[in-house]
């Protein structure tokens, strides 16, 4: 459905697919929108309702994309253009559509805003950007740090101003208080729009504005990478309430479409309520990610909690997303599984029955797990090893694994890819598309009883008593129940008639059912 009240992303599963990572077609060792294309098939056939392509934009890959250097073309090495219409247009066949990447924060330094308003203080664009002067004794205007721990702020010899870059230096955040900044992504978003694109998934959603008196951030008074970084919480550098004014400007203009465009945040925050504001009065993002859900630990009480929060905190007829994998956070297998295959199929199985829109990352599907990348060829600059304390990104962010060649199917033989495939692809599509015991088939299979039970709305959802150390509830019209548990265990309820079980095994049946270890059933709801 795609009206007013059932939107199409209601009960859908989006698709994250890092563009280099997925299939090299012209066979220079990195992904492009051409290797997509011969690729659409697959995610037609998993049951997939959208894809969202990690940035398409030009960059000088300081970031990866990240630090845009126009925002409305596409990356050379990428592709063009066309590539991307007919991208577009080849998952329209397939009923799929297609989100970008915004990077609304930030810009490549090398982008024509910057590199004007670091030529003069009296340069057209300089109040794009965020300058300071020195503070009262000299050195940075004030305590804030970047993403690698290192101030936030760089000094510019050639107009004797400090600029603020939340990430690299490389990246200066834009000025959201100038509205020349606001004009601009407005034609940002039209030209996209009018494209043919279905949405934004808008990076650092929460960090547009800056404090304008520039103040210290607080210290950071506990252990916790979603309210804050060595040692301090961004108060001031980001989690400004103006930033909400930009998404309701923005609501508008998606709503301008038939279907409207999508708007999906990256919300980096710690709290419930905080999280429900970015839905405004169904005016603001129509999806927020929830990160607390990406780091509870892997758990019933844990998990269970998150979900029971998230939608206590939500506006009414808000549609909260989950996902567990993405390019900073690392795979969901490793992170909570430890590359367990039981724990990998009961997390798809969480992933597939939560009400609201599902997130999977590229590999999810056949269990890819993080890849130890060697120091030598790591390409994040942004958490390689020994500039930052934080995990190094690459390792979610190597090859999606086709078949068991050499390079896993991402590129032709002989061609080195631009990181390392992982595991010898001993976890390919090929071989799981042989074997219907796989992962692959069981997140087909969960991804079609979604689509079957779940899709087109925002399901009721109510949690039910379990035995310890299981989490059930109710969906819709099924109950879920799932172990987190090393030993076997009896099921608390009456579970009805199981429609899917997350073992290679039958799964178990009747009102005596007994659970396997780290295993999870989905049933039709017994009648009252």
Request: with cysteine.
């Amino acid at each position: 459905m795609t009206d007013a009240r059932h939107p199409w992303w209601h009960g859908a599963v989006l698709y994250q697919l890092y563009v280099r990572s997925w299939r090299d077609a012209d066979g220079d060792g990195y992904g492009d929108l051409r290797g997509i294309i011969t690729r659409l098939d697959h995610l037609s056939w998993l049951g997939v309702d959208g894809i969202w392509l990690s940035p398409t934009m030009p960059s000088r890959d300081e970031d990866w994309g990240y630090d845009v250097s126009d925002y409305t073309g596409v990356h050379p090495e990428l592709g063009t253009l066309e590539d991307l219409d007919t991208l577009i247009a080849e998952a329209a066949k397939r009923n799929l559509r297609v989100l970008l990447d915004l990077v609304p924060n930030h810009s490549s330094s090398a982008h024509p805003w910057f590199v004007d308003a670091s030529s003069s203080r009296d340069s057209e664009h300089r109040d794009y950007y965020v300058w300071a002067d020195p503070a009262p004794g000299g050195g940075p205007p004030n305590n804030w740090l970047d993403a690698t721990g290192q101030s936030a702020w760089q000094w510019d010899d050639r107009t004797g101003q400090y600029y603020l870059h939340n990430f690299l230096e490389s990246q200066p955040d834009l000025n959201w208080w100038l509205p020349a900044v606001h004009e601009e992504f407005r034609r940002i978003l039209a030209f996209w729009f009018d494209r043919g694109v279905a949405g934004f998934r808008i990076d650092v959603a929460h960090g547009l504005y800056k404090d304008a008196e520039l103040r210290d951030n607080p210290p950071l008074a506990e252990d916790n990478p979603l309210a804050g970084r060595f040692g301090l919480r961004p108060v001031y550098n980001a989690n400004r309430p103006e930033t909400h004014a930009v998404f309701r400007d923005w609501r508008e203009i998606a709503g301008r479409y038939v279907p409207p465009r999508l708007l999906l945040g990256e919300t980096w925050v710690a709290e419930f309520a905080r999280l429900a504001q970015f839905y405004g009065d169904n005016d603001e993002l129509q999806l927020a990610f929830n990160f607390p859900f990406v780091f509870a630990g892997f758990g019933a009480p844990q998990l269970s909690g998150v979900v029971a929060q998230t939608l206590a905190s939500m506006p009414a007829g808000a549609c909260p997303v989950w996902m567990a994998s993405n390019h900073d956070v690392g795979r969901f297998p490793s992170r909570w599984g430890g590359d367990d295959g039981r724990k990998t199929r009961l997390g798809l199985l969480i992933l597939a029955t939560l009400p609201g829109t599902t997130v999977l990352y590229y590999g999810d599907e056949i269990g890819m797990s993080d890849v130890d990348v060697p120091a030598d060829l790591q390409r994040d600059r942004m958490t390689r090893s020994g500039h930052s304390p934080r995990f190094n990104r690459d390792r979610a962010r190597t090859p999606m694994q086709w078949d068991s060649s050499r390079s896993g199917g991402f590129t032709a033989d002989g061609v080195t890819p631009w990181l390392p495939v992982g595991d010898g692809a001993r976890c390919n599509v090929e071989d799981q598309c042989l074997d219907k015991a796989s992962v692959l088939w069981l997140c087909r299979s969960l991804l079609a009883l979604r689509h079957a039970e779940l899709g087109g709305r925002v399901a009721r959802y109510e949690q039910l008593p379990a035995a310890d150390g299981q989490w059930a509830y109710r969906v819709g019209d099924l109950t879920v129940v799932a172990s987190f548990s090393d030993q076997p265990a009896g099921i608390a309820a009456p579970i009805g008639e199981v429609l899917l079980g997350t073992s290679a095994a039958d799964p178990p049946a009747g009102d005596s059912a007994v659970l396997r270890p780290w295993e999870g059933i989905v049933a039709r709801t017994p009648a009252p």
